[in-house]
């Protein structure tokens, strides 16, 4: 499965992040200055 998780710094999505990868699914993970949806 492809997942993709925001606010890749933070304790929880570390955690998902992880979990995710140890079952196989391809992560993508993007912190808040990477997914800033306010720059054009």
């Known amino acids: 499965m ?4 925001t606010g890749a ?3 929880v999505a570390k ?3 992880d979990y995710c ?3 196989g699914d391809e992560v993508v ?3 808040r200055q ?3 949806i306010a720059d054009a």
């Open 29 to 31: 993970a993007l912190t």
């Open 34 to 36: 990477e997914l800033d």
């Open 15 to 17: 955690a998902t992040i």
């Open 9 to 11: 710094n933070g304790m």
């Open 2 to 5: 492809k997942i993709l998780i």
């Open 21 to 23: 990868r140890s079952i």
